[in-house]
Nanobody, 126 residues
């Protein structure tokens, strides 16, 4: 059973930074694509960023490109989301997700992900 545990959320002022972490269980973590999604109150869950198993390929939503950076440490079974220049509209619950069989579809679509974390709250004050 795969488990994903996010951490690093919190309250930050606009313009500030946070780094989210997602620790995964599983012996084949290095072969999984990993993604970050977020859901704001009253809105649908949306794609934020994704990274291939080796870390060599990354994808970003247009709204975060240039401000957020996704990375991974396969030795630690952990994926990160560095968030800089945060804006109030970045306020949401952030979820990490694992695609344990990459190649079934676009990393930006939630249906390719098999496992999800419980989420961590990020609140950006103006």
């Amino acid at each position: 059973q795969v488990q994903l545990v996010e951490s690093g959320g919190g309250l930050v002022q606009a313009g500030g930074s946070l780094r989210l972490s997602c620790a995964a269980s599983g012996r084949t973590f290095g072969s999984w694509a990993m993604g970050w999604f977020r859901q704001a109150p009253g809105k649908e869950r949306e794609f934020v960023a994704a990274i291939s198993g080796t870390g060599g390929v990354t994808y970003y939503a247009g709204s975060v490109k240039g401000r957020f950076t996704i990375s991974r440490d396969n030795a630690k079974n952990t994926v990160y989301l560095q968030m800089n220049s945060l804006k109030p509209e970045d306020t949401a619950v952030y979820y990490c997700a694992a695609d344990t069989a990459p190649g079934r579809g676009s990393y930006g679509t939630s249906y390719v992900y098999d496992y999800w974390g419980q989420g961590t709250q990020v609140t950006v004050s103006s």
